[in-house]
Structures are given as C-alpha cells and as structure tokens.
C-alpha cells in the first residue's frame, strides 16, 4: 500500500493583497500558480462553483503546476443550491463533462459546499452520494449523459487521473447525527473538517481527510498561531500514520495569511517543496 500523503494549501491562487505578501514583489500574474504551486501542496479551484470551466483551462492549470502538485474541485451551485442535491444527474453530467479530467494526474477531490439552509434529508443525501463516480469507468458513464446545455462534446479522457474522491461540506446543525454520518461512511465520502466553534468536530467518514479550516475552533481566535499549527500538525500526522491521505486547506477569513499558515503546517509535517 502507497504512503498516506498530507498537502496543505489554499482555496484559489489569485488574491492581490497577496502580491508583495506571499508573491514576491514584480511576479507577474501568469506566473503566480507556478509559483504557489512551489511552495503549497494544493489548491482548491473554486472557479467551477460558479461556471463549468473549459478542458483547455484544467489542462492549462495542470501544466502550470509543478510535479506532484494536486487541485481539489468545488462542485457547482447549480447542484447544491439551486437543485438543492434532488434531480440533479444531468447538471452532475454536465460537471463532470466539462473537463475536470483534464487535470489528469493533479486531479484531487472533488468538494461540495452545501448552502446553511439546506437541512439533513437522508434520502436525498443518499441519492446523491450514491450518483457521485467513485471510479473512472463510473465518471465516463455519467459524463456520457451530458446534454446540450454543455455546449460542446464531452470530454471523457481519464488518462493519468487516479482515484475519484469527493467530500461534502455540511453548514446545517440538522447534518450533525449518527445517520448523516453512516451515508458518508457507506459513500466513503470525507466530512469536511471546518475547524470552527460551531463545527469543531474532526471525525473523518472516509478513507482520507478533506480540511477547510475556518477557525481556530476557539471563541477568541483572531487567527491561527503556532500553537494552534502544531496542533494541526500532530492531527495531520495521527492520520497519515493510519494510511490516510490529508488535504488540508487554509479559508478562513483572514485570508492574507492563508498561504503563510498553509506553508507553516506543511513545514511542520516536514513536507519538503521545491519552494523551500
């Protein structure tokens, strides 16, 4: 069995208060995700919540990117709060269709945010889950039913692209049981781990953990310190130990240090870029 990996990174690359910040001063802008890329682990596209992007821009991505670089997915609004989980085959279709496996070998989870005011419904929670490809033959049926809303040809090669994981991200007090969590566990699907007051929860549902820390899960945290990365770390390493791959990203809301903290826990684990 393959070594249990932990990448550390951030939702998005492109954010001008990072420029003179994180980007040294006069890196132009085409140039910053190989330059991210150098330093993090991975990157959450979030570009995809709000439009199908295009196969040329996943394969433009994953060519910028160095070796061994992933990127982690948001699913679309138009599944999770528009059609709110229920109906929805043909708009994951068309998702699915529109090229994500262009990332090939950089292609990691894909994460669904749902909105707060959707509550628990195992039901549709299980159709879901269920419809979501865990493997490549599983992608290639559903984007084979795209329709014409995509507005081009499915793009269906699979070249280089491992496991399809996918984690789901729960903003509800009513997702919070046993029975919510049993369907992750079924779907081997990750629970989010949000790292906040109102989520401090770090129990995982799948085979690997999918981290958007929000917190610290304190009530006078101003951001995340030392200690609370050092924690994070002994976290992180607990979970790889056991065989588990960690993805974990920096969103909170003082995003200017995102790539800092991002940095900091990969150093901590001991991870080694070519950045450093």
């Avoid at 279709?93 to 529109?98: G, H, I």
Wanted: proline share 5%; net charge neutral; aromatic share 10%.
């Amino acid at each position: 069995m393959a070594e249990a990996v932990a990448r550390t990174g951030t939702a998005g690359w492109v954010f001008e208060p990072w420029r003179g910040v994180f980007y040294p001063d006069g890196l132009v802008q085409k140039n910053e995700l190989a330059f991210a890329s150098s330093r993090l682990g991975t990157i959450e596209i979030n570009a995809t919540f709000r439009a199908n992007q295009k196969p040329a821009s996943f394969a433009k991505w994953a060519g910028e990117a160095r070796a061994g670089f992933v990127f982690s997915i948001k699913g679309p609004q138009l599944v999770t709060h528009i059609k709110r989980l229920k109906n929805c085959e043909i708009e994951l279709a068309n998702f699915f269709a529109s090229g994500p496996v262009a990332l090939g070998e950089k292609l990691g989870p894909f994460v669904w945010q749902l909105p707060p005011n959707l509550s628990f419904d195992a039901g549709a929670l299980g159709t879901f889950l269920a419809m979501l490809p865990k493997t490549t033959a599983d992608y290639v049926a559903l984007a084979t039913k795209a329709d014409g809303r995509l507005k081009s040809e499915p793009y269906l090669d699979t070249k280089g692209v491992g496991a399809i994981r996918h984690a789901i991200e729960v903003r509800n007090a009513s997702f919070d049981t046993a029975a919510a969590r049993d369907l992750l566990h079924a779907h081997n699907v990750a629970l989010v781990i949000a790292d906040t007051m109102e989520q401090p929860g770090r129990e995982l549902t799948a085979d690997f953990a999918y981290c958007r820390l929000q917190g610290p899960a304190r009530a006078d945290a101003a951001g995340y310190l030392p200690a609370d990365i050092a924690n994070w770390a002994t976290q992180v390493k607990t979970w790889t130990d056991a065989g588990r791959d960690v993805f974990a990203y920096f969103v909170h809301e003082d995003k200017l240090h995102a790539p800092a903290n991002a940095v900091a826990l990969g150093q901590a684990l001991g991870i080694n870029l070519p950045g450093d």
